[in-house]
């Protein structure tokens, strides 16, 4: 499974069966803070339209692949370089994870015989090997977005697939706040693109990328789902290196752990201060009559508080679903944690 924190995969049956208590088949449902795209692409399974978005880019290629894809795309601009038999994603990928290692950025800013032009101790997201597969694979999908070779889509599924293999040998516990100082075995595993699954359905969807308060006065829907941040820790900040996948770029690595400049996808969700006006735009000003949001014991406020907000828009009631957390061995948390959706039925 994706390891992002908040990944709602383990409670789709809850939220949809809560959300198609408001809903009819076909409606329109907006899901605007949508992480790795788990919720929009089960509300897809289901049959409705899908409004999703993000700040982060990553979660952009994400959601492109999860909704707006159906079959694997035919990469015509690849065709003289892919040889062998299977689907052309396929081979393109067969042809991505044959190439000769490089030792390009990756390698220099997160591996262990990097040295990081900031003159950090080397870091430790991945192996050496690893870094320079990854980097071959960047430098080639750049140079064909740069001699237009790749659609939209097929940009979006080429980067999809390189998060979701570099997050299986990613040496981190968690996040990419820090990498763990000793590889794991996961990690010492040799990265390959492996194909992923696309969904079946119709495609009619749309995919953003924004702050949802932005973006939210100028979308309608039957049906608005919003997963905040419930803590203070950044997403932007805390997931640095799958920005980078997802951008292609080469940014500057700051400090010992190479976070990339990233107060440019700075969350108000994530601060006690403005995460309240920031929800009461989202929903104010919004052309949607239902809000389902997800918000969790651990949360930042205690759930009475964001309850009495949210009255100030209309009717509010309460769902709570216990839910068991991952937790490694050595956490303190408790196993069982209450999970909230808090339903707003706008006046
Ligand atoms: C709890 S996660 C969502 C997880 C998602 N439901 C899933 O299943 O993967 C919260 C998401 O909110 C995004 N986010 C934070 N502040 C945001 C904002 N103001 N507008 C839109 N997205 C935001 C983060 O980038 C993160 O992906």
Known sequence: MYRYIGNKTRLLAEITSTAMEFIDEGS???????????????????????IASDIMTYSRWHLIVQLLLSKSPSFSGLESLLT??????KRVLAYLNSLDPVQGYFYREFSPEGIPANGSPSRKYFTSENASKIDAIRVKINEWIDEGALTLNEEALLKHTLIMSANEVANISGTYGYFMSRFSSSALAEIALTPVRLHRGRTDHTVLQGRAEELAPNLSADLCYLDPPYIKRQYAANYHILETLARGDEP??????????WRDQYSNLCTKTKSKETFARIIGEMDCPVFLISYSEDGLFPVEELYDLFSDFGKVSLREIDYKRFRSNQSRLSKQITEYIIVVEKR
Request: proline share 5%.
């Open 252 to 261: 500057e690595a700051a400090g010992k752990s190479g976070l990339r400049p």
């Open 84 to 89: 062998g038999s299977g689907s052309p994603y």
């Open 28 to 50: 329109v449902v907006a899901d605007l803070m949508a992480g790795t795209g788990a919720v929009s692409a089960e509300f897809r399974r289901l049959g409705f339209s899908v």
